[in-house]
């Protein structure tokens, strides 16, 4: 058994009634890569994406409710954990978007949430208080258009929030728009910066910057892809110079994409492929940003919806939601490679993972 201070936690998100267990907490082993289950707690429905604090020993999560006049709406929840024993608490709760939401960001000086509504097109602004609570929803942004796919994209539907590296600006990926749209808070509001337009067809999902922030990464969930940006930090603009399939070469089934990350050397960044259910793995040149593919690797299971690269960055855990297991790899520091573990945990339907010391 590890001591506190080095402890290794993993929490997990999943599709879920109220009344059934939806996120969960695990200890992983990094000797030997296991995971054992310390707490699982109910009365959230659809917790389907969480947003850890591990410093603060906080875990924000999204639960889906049904308001009087009976629409889908979200409230945000603040569980504290126990570094100890792995318990998850609730501390806080409330209502902090108008629609279902599918996607959860805490601000880098935490004191707002941001939550996207994939079905509503909305992106919500929340007040968190000084010890970490929910507050009141203070602005909502609604998205308007369409983009080029008349099936997955005949409305907006914004999928995250990711904030710069030096927190001045909020990026929300929207995939029915084929657009990602910059946002400054200022005065409690969304301030509209901005906004850049992706290849039509494209499904923006999620994005990740590189550890040198010069560079950042879009997975496009409706066409297979990753689009590599220039970042302007001054001007708070991302400018596209590659864009790479997640597939290999000859792969015709269906497939959409999921998560994507970075090592934190940021020399190989990993996508998820549901349908080919692979993680797809790229080189990434330090100098020019560009990429290269290195593997597709099993994820060894089904919809692989996110994946965590575990700190230390040498292993690497995918939930994947229609198989009910979380698969843990081991990451070849030369080669960014994954081999599987062997190791896999049972849970129903994971569709979020998070990994901190504690």
Same mark, same amino acid.
């Given at each position: ?20 267990? &939806? ?5 992983? @082993? ?12 109910? $009365? ?30 979200? @409230? ?9 024993? &792995? ?33 509503? $097109? ?55 728009? @084929? ?52 970042? *302007? ?88 939601? *229609? ?36």
């Amino acid at each position: 058994m590890t001591t506190t201070n080095e402890r290794l936690l993993v929490l997990v998100g999943s599709y879920a009634e109220a009344d059934g267990s &939806g996120i969960y907490s695990y200890e992983f @082993d990094e000797q030997d890569g296991t995971l054992k289950l310390l707490d699982q707690v109910s $009365g959230y429905k659809n917790p389907t994406f969480l947003r850890l604090n591990a410093e603060q020993r906080r875990l924000y999560a999204l639960a889906e409710i049904t308001t009087a006049e009976g629409s889908k709406a979200s @409230d945000a929840a603040l569980l504290t954990i126990d570094p100890v024993t &792995g318990t998850l608490s609730e501390a806080s709760r409330s209502l902090a978007a108008t629609g279902p939401t599918c996607h959860i960001q805490l601000s880098p000086d935490e004191k707002f949430l941001t939550l996207t509504s994939y079905h509503n $097109g909305t992106v919500s602004l929340v007040r968190v208080g000084e010890d970490g609570g929910i507050g009141a929803i203070l602005d909502e942004q609604q998205h308007v258009g369409r983009g080029a796919d008349p099936e997955r994209q005949d409305k907006p539907h914004p999928h995250s929030s990711f904030y710069s590296p030096d927190g001045r600006y909020l990026f929300v990926s929207d995939l029915g728009l @084929d657009r990602i749209i910059a946002y400054k808070i200022e005065n409690d509001k969304l301030v509209r910066h901005g906004e850049t337009a992706l290849h039509p067809g494209a499904g923006p999902r999620h994005l990740t910057f590189h550890p040198n922030g010069r560079f950042a990464y879009v997975i496009n969930e409706v066409d297979s892809s990753v689009t590599a940006f220039g970042y *302007d930090a001054e001007a708070g603009a991302l400018h596209a110079f590659q864009t790479l399939s997640t597939l290999p070469e000859g792969f015709e089934g269906e497939n959409t994409t999921a998560e994507i990350a970075i090592s934190a050397d940021g020399r190989f960044l990993y996508g998820s492929n549901r349908g080919h259910d692979s993680i797809v793995v790229y080189a990434v040149d330090g100098e020019s940003g560009k990429l290269s593919v290195v593997e597709h690797a099993s994820v060894e299971g089904k919809h692989p919806r996110h994946f965590s690269i575990v700190p230390g960055g040498r292993f690497l855990i995918a939930a994947n939601r *229609d198989t009910n297991n979380l698969a843990v790899f081991k990451i070849d520091q030369e080669t960014g490679k994954l081999s599987y573990t062997g190791h896999s945990a049972a849970v129903s339907k994971p569709v979020c993972v998070w990994s901190a010391r504690f």
